[in-house]
């Protein structure tokens, strides 16, 4: 008689090990790049002193520009990233070629070409000044970006949150008002952040348009003093150290967001 074969014994596992919140330690990646390049600034601005601490008097007010072309940017760009996301869930077929076409060849230009080409072709129609036409660059390059993650923000919500809304009487826009925007919002919020950081990082860029941004400063003291590596030393270790801030505030916006979704 032959005998029935034992059946298959499934395991069972914990999955991936993740570490846990209170296993990470006080020392992170994080602090220890952000103490690393503080601790290398302050000891050559106080001890090594001489054209590091003339460097230092010299970019505050390119930090200043820098922050002024990030913030204006980034608030045009979402305004165009909101409509382009929109045009692209939009049933209307023009509407969404559109603003289709518009992410297509944005995307396939290079952020530098495109800051040229916006600058000399605004130039052409009316006279802008220099950052004016930079933030616009910035904004119309990002917007595209921006407008993808709004489209994938509002598609992750799901078909019976408007079926729902529309039930209840609510039209197509007063169902994207004040339903579906609001709840894409949460998973928007953490991308856009990483784009913040993003943008802030390629202003360095609109310093070929003589817009007198941190690297413009630096470039401006190096053609002086000859002193490039020094200058640029200290103008990358204070990008550094703005992008960690910003990256630390975009990790707690996170974790504040996924608190009130758990919640």
């Not at 129609?125 to 595209?144: H, K, L, N, Q």
């Not at 729902?164 to 991308?191: E, H, K, N």
Request: proline share 4%.
């Amino acid at each position: 008689m032959q005998t029935k074969p034992p059946a298959p014994v499934i395991e069972q596992h914990d999955g991936p090990a993740i570490p846990r919140k209170s296993d990470r330690g006080l020392v992170s990646a994080w602090w220890l790049s952000l103490a690393a390049s503080v601790g290398t600034l302050l000891y050559l601005v106080l001890v090594e002193k001489g054209a590091y601490l003339r460097l230092i008097k010299f970019v505050p007010d390119g930090v200043l520009i820098t922050f002024q072309v990030t913030i204006f940017s980034l608030i045009l760009a979402l305004f165009i990233g909101l409509l382009t996301g929109l045009g692209r869930v939009s049933r209307n077929r023009w509407i969404n070629l559109i603003a289709s076409t518009y992410v297509e060849i944005i995307r396939g230009i290079p952020l530098l070409v495109q800051l040229f080409y916006i600058y000399y072709a605004l130039g052409r129609f009316v006279r802008v000044p220099d950052m004016v036409a930079a933030v616009i660059a910035m904004a119309v390059c990002y917007g595209a970006y921006l407008g993808e993650i709004f489209r994938a923000g509002i598609l992750a919500i799901d078909k019976g949150q408007t079926e729902a809304a529309r039930s209840l009487g609510f039209s197509r826009a007063q169902t994207m008002r004040y339903v579906i925007l609001p709840q894409a919002m949460r998973i928007i919020l953490p991308p856009v952040g990483n784009e913040f950081i993003m943008l802030l990082k390629d202003t360095s860029l609109v310093s070929i348009l003589a817009v007198a941004d941190l690297l413009r400063r630096g470039r401006e003291f190096a053609s002086e003093t000859f002193m490039y590596f020094e200058t640029y030393t200290v103008v990358a270790l204070i990008y550094l150290i703005i992008t960690l801030l910003l990256s630390k505030m975009v990790s707690k916006l996170e974790e504040r967001l996924s608190y009130y979704v758990r919640k």
